[in-house]
């Protein structure tokens, strides 16, 4: 909870300093004299060659904004960032109402009225999942359709390189807090218990990753996730048990959003409509129009997550079982990764997003706040994929074909926030266990944390499952897993709102390196304002394209 409190007060100052910047900048830049005024109407003459005289102002006294102390710029301040104001008000009032709740009767409450108390924040998070599909995929299919194939492979290559390093960097960074700090020194008497462990076997989870990507049912990966189950076969009691690798072997479906077969096909799709060129763009105009149509729609629910939200914390705070697992062991694993957590979101992303583009990230993060609490409150990076998409073109005017294009896969196959969390959490039980892991095991951990993060898809704790692979690594049995699973249901909003800002991040990041490309394509105008791209894709005849 001190971590949630410094959160919301953190993103409450950055909004009240930009608030206060646009407002008044400095209440000493009220009473300033009119020497300033005078330097930002300074006029230069030039003579150009045929001897006329032109007269410029600077870029600097022309882009300065006039500040001023009146009620009416106060409240056009307040109206503009009215929505970030009310849904951290939404957090801290969630907290407030579930607090209240909790305490205000001595018996526990059942889990039909925590139902009620959240049955609002269920229908806002209904609403928002419901959006997810026409959005992966009719942004997708826009986004690559309506680039060149060749600058569509440089964002490509760029977003996938940044998600790598990214994620690479989380994982080391959660190997060195967890063995500097080590929080799992003891035994785990103390730790409370909780959930039950999965069966798995390491190479049928690797293996239903491409499995995953290609569905052979479109309309199935909308709704379900393929899985491989192993069943251990009877045996007598007097006959050895048999591994795992000679098991009986199940193929299921688990009711979950196939999101990496979805992403899979719509980029493909997209890829064949650019190819295509004039006889696919009445196929690309249709998912162009379902695009905008989905942000239409986003932009009217979006005003009502503040109370969304609200009731979601509300009867979260009722359903915790005990604040007390939060001290001891558990505690200082849960303040191990939610350090780790924030030393990555907020120091190791924005430096990385600094040296690359030259620009401080301080504005971009604070428009981005909408995103991060929605994060927080879904637990689902997917579930948050049309809120990142209205702060980012909206607020911070990334161009719709950077976003529409790396969003989605961002989505899919970066999890930073997970992959630390995964790091941490098998060093953690393996130091509960008293287990001296070696260097090719912390290596070996650091690698399977990685690949394990890439499949986790967007949806609440599918951490868990993946975190079976990186305990098998190193040997632990899966039952391990219910060490953590008290406080996974917390750790799991921190470490999705920190994936959300991995995104966020990286669509900028990317946009700054594309931004030379796309002025050549003519998406940006002279004054860096984004445009609507253009419907005419300049490519060959159809006879001429074909592969």
Do not use: C, H, K
């Given at each position: 909870m001190l971590f949630l409190f410094l959160f919301l007060l953190c993103s409450g100052a950055s909004i009240r300093y930009f608030l206060l910047r646009k407002v008044n900048g400095s209440c000493s830049d009220c009473g300033?004299?009119?020497?300033?005024?005078?330097?930002?109407?300074?006029?230069?003459?030039v003579w150009s060659s045929d001897g006329r005289t032109t007269t410029t102002t600077p870029a600097a006294a022309m882009s300065r904004p006039r500040f001023s102390c009146k009620p009416q710029d106060i409240k056009n301040a307040i109206r503009k960032n009215l929505l970030p104001i009310l849904t951290i008000s939404g957090v801290s009032g969630g907290i407030i109402l579930g607090i209240i709740l909790r305490y205000s009767r001595s018996t526990q409450w059942t889990k039909r009225e925590i139902m009620y108390v959240g049955y609002i924040g269920e229908l806002f998070l209904r609403a928002l999942k419901a959006l997810i599909i026409p959005l992966i995929v009719s942004s997708l299919v826009s986004a690559i359709g309506s680039l060149d194939l060749s600058l569509s492979k440089k964002i490509g290559l760029r977003a996938v390189g940044y998600y790598m390093t990214t994620t690479v960097l989380a994982v080391i960074l959660g190997i060195i807090l967890v063995v500097t700090i080590h929080p799992g020194k003891g035994t785990d008497e103390d730790i409370t218990k909780a959930g039950e462990g999965r069966t798995v076997y390491t190479p049928d989870l690797l293996m239903d990753l491409p499995r995953n990507l290609f569905p052979p049912n479109l309309i199935q990966a909308c709704f379900e996730t393929h899985k491989t189950a192993i069943v251990e076969p009877k045996i007598g009691e007097n006959d050895t048990q048999l591994p795992k690798s000679e098991w009986d072997i199940v193929m299921e479906h688990t009711r979950a959003l196939n999101i990496m077969g979805l992403v899979s096909f719509a980029t493909f799709l997209g890829l064949a409509l650019s190819k295509l060129g004039p006889k696919g763009k009445p196929l690309?105009?249709?998912?162009?129009?379902?695009?905008?149509?989905?942000?239409?729609?986003?932009?009217?629910?979006?005003?009502?997550?503040?109370?969304?939200?609200?009731?979601l914390v509300a009867s979260m705070m009722?359903?915790?079982?005990?604040?007390?697992?939060?001290l001891g062991q558990l505690g200082m694993y849960f303040g191990t990764v939610v350090l780790g957590i924030f030393i990555h979101g907020f120091v190791v992303l924005p430096l990385l997003y600094t040296l690359l583009t030259r620009k401080l990230p301080f504005?971009?993060?604070?428009?981005?706040?909408?995103?991060?609490?929605?994060?927080?409150?879904?637990?689902?990076?997917?579930?948050?994929l049309p809120v990142t998409f209205q702060c980012l073109e909206e607020k911070n005017h990334i161009d719709t074909r950077v976003t529409r294009f790396v969003i989605p896969i961002g989505a899919t196959?970066?999890?930073?926030?997970?992959?630390?969390?995964e790091a941490?959490?098998?060093?953690?039980?393996?130091?509960?266990?008293?287990?001296?892991?070696?260097?090719?095991?912390?290596?070996?951990?650091?690698?399977?944390?990685?690949?394990?993060?890439?499949?986790?898809?967007?949806?609440?704790?599918?951490?868990?499952?993946?975190?079976?692979?990186?305990?098998d690594v190193v040997g632990l049995p899966p039952e391990d897993m219910t060490l953590i699973i008290a406080v996974d249901w917390l750790l799991d909003r921190f470490r999705t709102m920190i994936n959300v800002l991995g995104d966020s991040i990286g669509a900028g990041l990317v946009y700054e390196l594309s931004k030379k490309e796309l002025e050549r394509m003519g998406s940006v105008n002279v004054n860096g304002d984004v445009e609507r791209p253009s419907n005419e894709i300049g490519m060959d005849a159809v006879e001429s394209s074909k592969m």
């Open positions: 300033r004299s009119s020497r300033s005024s005078s330097q930002q109407q300074q006029q230069t003459v690309l105009d249709f998912f162009q129009s379902l695009s905008d149509a989905s942000m239409v729609i986003t932009s009217w629910l979006i005003w009502i997550s503040p109370v969304g939200i609200l009731f009722i359903e915790m079982e005990d604040f007390s697992v939060m504005r971009f993060l604070a428009n981005m706040t909408q995103a991060y609490i929605t994060a927080f409150a879904t637990a689902s990076s997917s579930g948050t196959i970066n999890m930073d926030g997970t992959a630390l969390y941490v959490a098998a060093i953690f039980i393996a130091q509960v266990r008293g287990m001296a892991l070696t260097i090719g095991q912390i290596v070996a951990i650091s690698i399977t944390a990685t690949a394990a993060a890439i499949g986790a898809a967007g949806i609440p704790q599918a951490g868990l499952v993946t975190m079976v692979m990186v305990l």
